[in-house]
């Protein structure tokens, strides 16, 4: 504990006298002792189950690379192969030599290491190799590993001025001509500048008391981090982005994105850091002004590249731990950066001053609801406004501190907004906010409290559900009387900026899914590809043998993407919907279907076709709200095989397209008065309608095809 918790001179200072005994295992214990810590600073990638669904949803492959060339795979092959000599350790400063075996074009090598390290963290690194990159070599990986696995044979010695302490003056005169003399050429000149400093009693080094050691440990003014070059992160980063858009800078940058989030699952504070270094060079990006100056947008491949820094962004402020120091300083950089000229919107539009009807989030108390104006949100907006977001709510600290969480017996006024009527928690809050808590949460290494709050916002989102279809039954009447419904999601939860749906399945399926036990070893090559192999895991605290986590995430996902929500503006906007679309349906299909899945399919099948307004598969559907074909086509394979007769009613029902119906019915209020119209022609501007066309297509065509058997 104090080995991992206190720098060395807090201790010296703490106590008159430590025996040296204890100072050894204050030394001893010191060192990183977690072999996945040197694997996260010395390759690109683990990659998470997301991140390969989202690759393979895409056409892609998770970047990858040959493990012989991967530093961490590297170093084990050196270190079993026998490569590591001569490793000592003095203080908190290990050094040591390892050998690069010869090839037929290169000779045999061998470099001198040397890693500084602090409260289990490695704080500095040097080789002889020359190594210009973010991580660590493979020697640093080889000498880390061995100090690891072979602890105990490496020379262990106290810090170099313990040693000094303890020589005569004949003594300490014979070890400095002895290195002077081992190392004359190179320390010669410095020993003289040294010895013309002390003998002169004016000098600065006599007015300082003490003298440095660099095998000390650290001070107590030290920050307490890992090691990372932050030049060459800088420099990575600015050669990916000068690269345009070709395909392997864009998965460069998804594995620095992907490496960030790993830090902040490690709780690791360089995760904030190296994220700063990636904003810094994107901002500076040259295309940023060129694209505002011709008002065009930038590439796809580059638009998620922001979507994606935007949310890592709202990950790092929801840290549940962070300190308010912290949370201001980073409101003060992201305000910066977002009052810049060149930053991104959010959207993905420059120079579109219409209004935005997809924005559901109240900016400001004095704000015209009727305005034409817009506000400006960029990609950092939803960060900002994160920052404003606390975790100090009784209700919400009780939710994810404990699976049996339960409303009491006797309700207080006010208390029965907080549960259901099974006394499960409800967390009442603006869905995808809620579903960023969740992220934040598993993000920055919290699982067990990030399915706890996705537990309760599920609950939360059945009992609206509920209350919808009641509503629905009491103006079932009116509605198909009159033919036409207002659009009662004006922010769509598939194609959100925060991705909340796509957010809760990961947190739940995380829950079920069987890991390989190797997964450290080969945490480099692509095993990740393997399709991922899922078990039903039962809900804590749950009473219903029929639910599980796995139950709850496929659920969750039907309600979101049967969720009737009008279609976004803007090309990138609209095809941004399309593509989470498909992203969730390609990890659906990796659910086998057994009973107790198929028996969630076809209980929210029959809610959303009953849900009238609020569902896209409802009797009733406003003309503009997005198209269900892609989603039935899924729930159409799925069902066809358990119930044909709902399966066809479901596909039959999504095959409409109001958009393009010639005129809108006499009654049409599809725009409230709280909406302001954006479509000044008869047809609004949807720019996937080909693809919405298209996929209509494959839709009537799975039916045709099952039909005839």
């Known amino acids: 504990m104090v080995a991992e918790k206190w720098p060395f001179q807090q201790v010296e200072e703490r106590f008159s006298r430590i025996p040296e005994p204890v100072q050894r295992r204050i030394v001893y214990w010191s060192f990183p002792r977690n072999e996945r810590e040197i694997c996260m600073y010395s390759s690109f990638n683990y990659y998470s189950p997301e991140e390969t669904a989202a690759a393979a949803a895409g056409g892609a492959t998770v970047p990858g690379d040959d493990d012989n060339r991967l530093p961490f795979r590297r170093g084990i092959k050196l270190l079993e192969s026998g490569y590591v000599e001569n490793v000592l350790q003095v203080g908190f400063h290990l050094s040591g030599t390892v050998t690069e075996p010869g090839t037929q074009s290169e000779p045999e090598m061998i470099y001198r290491v040397a890693i500084s390290f602090d409260r289990c963290k490695i704080t500095s690194v040097t080789c002889g190799c020359g190594n210009k990159d973010i991580f660590y070599c493979a020697h640093v990986v080889a000498l880390s590993l061995y100090r690891i696995r072979k602890a105990e044979q490496v020379k262990l010695r106290l810090p170099i001025s313990e040693t000094l302490f303890q020589m005569n003056r004949d003594q300490l005169q014979k070890f400095i001509q002895y290195l002077i003399t081992a190392h004359h050429t190179e320390v010669l000149p410095t020993a003289q500048k040294l010895a013309d400093e002390i003998l002169s009693s004016n000098s600065e080094i006599n007015q300082v008391h003490g003298a440095p050691d660099p095998t000390a440990g650290a001070s107590i003014d030290d920050e307490n981090c890992w090691h990372l070059d932050e030049e060459q992160v800088r420099e990575q980063v600015k050669q990916f982005l000068s690269q345009g858009g070709y395909y392997g800078s864009g998965k460069q940058l998804n594995s620095m994105f992907a490496k960030v989030r790993e830090m902040l699952k490690m709780r690791d504070s360089n995760g904030a850091r190296m994220l700063t270094l990636i904003t810094e060079q994107f901002m500076a990006d040259p295309r940023l002004s060129l694209w505002r100056q011709q008002g065009t947008g930038m590439t796809d ?181 009159r033919g036409v419904t207002t659009i009662t999601n004006l922010e769509g939860w598939v194609g959100h900026p925060l991705d909340p749906i796509g957010c809760l399945f990961i947190t739940l399926t995380e829950a079920c899914r069987l890991e390989d036990e190797n997964c450290l070893d080969t945490a480099d090559s692509n095993s990740d590809l393997k399709p991922a192999i899922y078990q039903h895991v039962a809900v804590s605290g749950c009473l219903d043998s029929n639910e599980s986590y796995l139950t709850l995430a496929m659920e969750v996902a039907l309600m979101g993407m049967g969720q009737q929500r009008v279609m976004p503006e803007g090309l990138y906007a609209q095809d941004k919907v399309c593509r989470n679309e498909e992203q969730i349906i390609f990890k659906l299909q990796e659910l086998e279907l057994d009973e107790m899945l198929v028996q969630v399919l076809r209980k929210q099948s029959i809610i959303l076709l009953e849900g009238g307004p609020f569902s896209g598969l409802g009797e009733v559907i406003h003309r503009e709200s997005v198209p269900m074909h892609t989603f039935a ?66 839709l009537a065509s799975t039916m045709l095809t099952a039909a005839k058997g």
């Not at 009807?357 to 900016?363: F, S």
């Not at 960023?436 to 993000?443: G, I």
């Not at 009654?667 to 209509?696: A, C, K, M, N």
């Open 301 to 481: 491949k580059c638009r998620q590249l922001w979507d994606e820094l935007g949310a890592l962004w709202v990950c790092i402020v929801l840290n549940p731990h962070c300190k308010p120091d912290e949370k201001v300083s980073w409101l003060r950089q992201l305000k910066k950066w977002s009052d810049m000229d060149v930053c991104p919107l959010e959207d993905g539009n420059y120079g579109n001053e219409l209004p935005n009807i997809t924005n559901a989030l109240p900016q400001s108390s004095n704000q015209n609801p009727d305005s034409l104006a817009r506000p400006r949100r960029t990609v950092f907006t939803r960060a900002m406004e994160a920052c404003d977001l606390h975790w100090q709510d009784s209700h919400l600290q009780r939710i994810i501190s404990s699976d049996f969480y339960a409303s009491p017996s006797y309700q207080r006024e006010g208390e029965s907004l907080l549960f259901n009527s099974h006394g499960q928690p409800l967390w009442l809050e603006h869905v995808p906010t809620a579903c960023a808590r969740v992220d934040a949460l598993r993000s920055h290494g919290y699982p067990k409290e990030a399915l706890r709050l996705a537990v309760a916002i599920i609950n939360t989102l059945r009992l609206q559900q509920q209350r919808q279809l009641e509503i629905y039954k009491h103006q079932k009447k009116e509605l198909l009387h």
């Open 633 to 698: 086509k899924y729930l159409f394979s799925a069902l066809l095989l358990h119930d044909a007769d709902l399966a066809y009613k479901l596909a039959l029902r999504a095959m409409r397209l109001p958009v393009l119906e010639s005129t809108a019915h006499a009654g049409d209020v599809s725009h409230p008065h709280h909406i302001v119209s954006v479509v000044p022609s008869r047809y609004p501007r949807w720019f996937t309608l080909g693809h919405l066309e298209s996929q209509q297509c494959e």
